[in-house]
């Protein structure tokens, strides 16, 4: 059976890193919750979401910056020293695998960000905006959100599938049946999320981010305290 090359420095960064996802991705779906009141889908409409209180939409500022911390950024310490330990087990499948999980890192805070960007220039003008300008600013939201969101976001479903699943078969090939087989689930689940959303199934497509955005931390936790404590 293949090893972790425990020769590689940074295991306990990637740990710490990967047990913090899992409190900033739960406070970034908190934030989001109440920024919406409970109803996430006022932020796909313009005239509500730009028209939320000045509390609420510094949850849903906040959020977007949680998030980069959360689902994305703090998970780059991970993909490196997983790629650097797990690349004498299949050298092939750790390079594409590994690719895609950082270029869903990036894609994912770039989405993030542009939000926040957005939605803070928008809300900041939209009271005190005439009627036209009021709908150019629900307009540009709209085509923000939906761009990013239902598009770059979406997107990224694919490039989860492939890291998460090559990361789950690497993770069997060392004995690590349980943390793989999850990983494999989750990458399952985007691609789920993916498919049904282009057949026009998005009840569905909704409810498989739910369990992928839900589930993921836990996982991302898991593999934390594994790395703690793992020894040569």
Not at 27 to 52: P, R, S
Not at 94 to 104: H, L, N, P, V, Y
Request: proline residues 2%.
């Amino acid at each position: 059976m293949s090893q972790l090359d425990m020769t590689v420095p940074g295991r306990k960064v990637a740990s710490v890193a990967a047990f913090l996802s899992l409190p900033f991705a739960y406070l970034t779906q908190t934030l989001y919750v109440t920024a919406a009141g409970g109803d996430v889908g006022i932020f796909f409409e313009g005239a509500k979401i730009l028209a939320v209180s000045q509390q609420q939409a510094g949850y849903f500022y906040t959020a977007m910056w949680t998030d980069v911390l959360g689902y994305y950024l703090i998970l780059i310490p991970v993909i490196v020293y997983a790629w650097k330990a797990l690349r004498g087990v299949n050298e092939t499948l750790a390079d594409i695998a590994f690719f895609c999980g950082t270029i869903f890192c990036l894609l994912g805070s770039f989405g993030a960000v542009t939000m926040a960007g957005a939605f803070n220039i928008l809300y900041a003008s939209f009271s005190d905006a005439t009627l036209e300008q009021q709908a150019a600013a629900i307009a540009a939201w709209e085509a923000t959100i939906y761009g990013q969101w239902r598009g770059l976001w979406l997107l990224e479903a694919t490039l989860a599938f492939v890291f998460l699943v090559g990361l789950g078969r690497l993770l069997l090939d060392i004995g690590r049946t349980g943390l793989g087989g999850v990983a494999i689930l989750l990458g399952l689940i985007w691609i789920v999320q993916f498919t049904t959303w282009q057949l026009g199934y998005h009840a569905v497509s909704d409810a498989a981010l739910t369990a992928v955005v839900l589930l993921a931390p836990l996982w991302s936790a898991w593999l934390g305290v594994v790395l703690w404590r793992l020894r040569a």
